[in-house]
C-alpha cells in the first residue's frame, strides 16, 4: 500500500469514528457518550498525523489544513466523549450552554476532512 492509499485508509476511519462520536454525542447529550468510543479515533488521528506529510491534499486543500482540521476534530471529540460537560459552558442558572463555535469548528472540520478523503480516494 502506497503512502497516499494508506493515508486515505487512515484518514476515512478516522473521519468515520469521529462521525460516529459527533452523531451519538448529538443524540445523547453531554456527559453521556461513551469514553471508550473515540479510543479507536484518537488511534487513527495519531497514524494520519504520522503519514501527512507536506504535499498538498488536493488543488485546494493543503497538508497543513488538513492536520489542523484532524487536530481540532481529535480535540473536540475527545471533549464529547470524556467531559461531563462535552461542547458546553457551565453556568450556575442556566446549567450546560453549548459552545456554538465549538459546535460550528467540528462541523467545518469534518466537512475538511471529508473532503480530503474524498480527493485522495
Not at 494520519?48 to 482540521?69: P, Q, Y
Amino acid at each position: 500500500m502506497n503512502g497516499e492509499k494508506a493515508l486515505a485508509a487512515c484518514l476515512r476511519e478516522f473521519h468515520t469514528l469521529a462521525t460516529c462520536v459527533w452523531a451519538e454525542y448529538q443524540d445523547v447529550g453531554p456527559g453521556r457518550v461513551d469514553a471508550a468510543l473515540f479510543d479507536d479515533g484518537k488511534a487513527a488521528a495519531a497514524r494520519v498525523l504520522e503519514l501527512l506529510g507536506d504535499d498538498n491534499i488536493s488543488a485546494t486543500m493543503t497538508a497543513a489544513e488538513l492536520r489542523a482540521a484532524v487536530e481540532k476534530v481529535c480535540d473536540l471529540a475527545t471533549r464529547c466523549a470524556t467531559r461531563p460537560e462535552g461542547l458546553c459552558f457551565i453556568t450556575g442558572e442556566a446549567g450546560l450552554v453549548p459552545r456554538r463555535d465549538w459546535h460550528a469548528a467540528m462541523e467545518e472540520s469534518l466537512t475538511v476532512i471529508g473532503e480530503a478523503v474524498a480527493a485522495l480516494s
